[in-house]
Every structure is written in C-alpha cells, then in structure tokens.
T-cell receptor, first 109, second 114 residues
C-alpha cells in the first residue's frame, strides 16, 4: 500500500515549457486535490476532483489544467510555465481525511 | 465560508517543555477537525483527527487535541517536546455534505531549543 505517490520529485523548467505532474493513489478514494505551497502562504488549492472524469477549480487555478481519466490518477499540467509557478506541489486524496504525497519541487527559470 | 486561524506563526519552546498550538475555526456546525505535521522537505502527515464523540483525541507521536465547541477551538498539545518535533503544524477543517474541500490554516512553525 503505497498511499499517494507523485512523479517527478524535482523538476527545472524554462519559461514557456510545458510539463505534467502525475499523482497516483491506491486507496480507492473518490476525492483528489492539487495544492501549491509557497513560503508564508500555506497550502493553496489549485484544482480538485470529486470522482473519475470530474475536475473543478480551486483557489488558484490560472495557468494549470488537470485531468482525472482514471480514479487512481490525477494529472496536473502546466501548458506554458512561468517563474510565478515556481513552488512545491502537493497532491492529496481523501475519504474523510486527506493523505498527502511527498511533493514535487518545481523551479521555473 | 469556513475559515481556520492559527494565530501563532512561530512558536519557540525548550526541549522537554510543554506545548500548545492554537487553532480556531469559524463554522456554524461541528466540522471535522485535523492536525497535520510537515517536516522540512516532506509532505503533510496526519497527527490526529476529530469527527465526533470524545472531545479529547489522542494522536501519534504523543500529541493530543481538545475540541471546545464553545470556543470554536481545536488546540494541539504535547506535555514534553522533543527536538524531533520541530516542524510546521497545520490545522484543517472539513465539512460534511457537498464537495469535500478541507480548509487549512496558514501553519505554525515550531522551533525547539536544546
């Protein structure tokens, strides 16, 4: 039982490049979330999903897209990366309590 | 809309001293309440949770928290802090019904002096 896993752990992009962050959970949870964490800002919700095939915007969705084609996976995409998207990204899944992945540290130059 | 306040951005304690981290929430009904801990470079780990029943809940690593409805608080306590407890602590509130979007406080950074 791996819980919530995230791929990759680290990534450096140049401005304008695109990338996809993968989140996988093996707990059969309906809910999945993507957060970003910046110093002094706490956790901010980017997008979330309440089940396979569904997605919804969170607090800071601009510049990001998501897809939930399979129940166990939740993908976060950056179509054209900007330096303001330099952050640590966390994925979580939930029944009643959230389980978090280890994070992806993204730097956009 | 629900909100969570952690009034202390930083707290410094000496190793072996007691600890209390404050958390207040605003919501009319009794929510689900959580405390998470985040060590440097790590993800968030659940310390304890309250759904209903006994208002004093025990968690991992010797932590406990008490739900006080009259004060809308869910403060985290530990009787004797260890140096390894130095981390960021987050309080969170979840609501039943509708979309499940927990709200997090901004976090409290715990510094432990030897």
């Amino acid at each position: 039982n791996a819980g919530v896993t995230q791929t990759p752990k680290f990534r450096v992009l140049k401005t304008g490049q695109s990338m996809t962050l993968l989140c996988a959970q093996d707990m059969n949870h309906e809910y999945m979330y993507w957060y970003r964490q910046d110093p002094g800002m706490g956790l901010r919700l980017i997008h979330y999903s309440v089940g396979e095939g569904t997605t919804a915007k969170g607090e800071v969705p601009d510049g990001y897209n998501v897809s939930r084609l399979k129940k166990q996976n939740f993908l976060l995409g950056l179509e054209s990366a900007a330096p303001s998207q330099t952050s640590v990204y966390f994925c979580a899944s939930a029944g009643l309590e959230q389980f978090f992945g280890p994070g992806t540290r993204l730097t956009v130059l | 809309a629900q909100s969570v306040t952690q009034p202390d951005i930083h707290i410094t304690v000496s190793e072996g001293a007691s600890l209390e981290l404050r958390c207040n929430y605003s919501y009319g009904a009794t929510p689900y309440l959580f405390w998470y801990v985040q060590s440097p470079g790590q993800g968030l780990q659940l310390l304890l949770k309250y759904f209903s029943g006994d208002t004093l809940v025990q968690g991992i690593k010797g932590f406990e928290a008490e739900f006080k409805r009259s004060q809308s608080s869910f403060n985290l306590r530990k009787p004797s802090v260890h140096w390894s407890d130095a981390a960021e602590y987050f309080c969170a509130v979840g609501l039943s019904g509708g979309s499940y979007i927990p709200t997090f406080g901004r976090g409290t950074s715990l510094i432990v002096h030897p």
